[in-house]
Nanobody
């Protein structure tokens, strides 16, 4: 069993920054790719960013490219999402997830363990 616990969410003004963390326990963290997703009220959960098991490859949604950075520390079993230049449209609950060996990094169906989420609110 895998447990994922997100932290670091909060209220920030537009243009500000936040750093989300996701601490993992359970099966070998360093063997699996990880992803961040978000869900705004009334909308479907959407892909934000993902990182390969080694950290050598990253993927981003077009809406966050150049503003968000995903990283991981396998020694600490933690994945991060640095969010800069935040916009009101970034307001959502942010979830981290552990990927299966499915090919797509972008699909929700490729992830089988999810955290409980952390709220990010960006005021204008």
């Amino acid at each position: 069993q895998v447990q994922l616990v997100e932290s670091g969410g909060g209220l920030v003004q537009a243009g500000g920054s936040l750093r989300l963390s996701c601490a993992a326990s359970g099966r070998t963290f360093g063997s699996y790719a990880m992803g961040w997703f978000r869900q705004a009220p009334g909308k479907e959960r959407e892909f934000v960013a993902a990182i390969s098991w080694s950290g050598g490859t990253t993927y981003y949604a077009d809406s966050v490219k150049g503003r968000f950075t995903i990283s991981r520390d396998n020694a600490k079993n933690t994945v991060y999402l640095q969010m800069n230049s935040l916009k009101p449209e970034d307001t959502a609950v942010y979830y981290c997830a552990q990927k299966t060996y499915a090919s797509s990094y972008f699909s929700l169906n490729s992830y089988n363990y999810w955290g409980q989420g952390t709220q990010v609110t960006v005021s204008s």
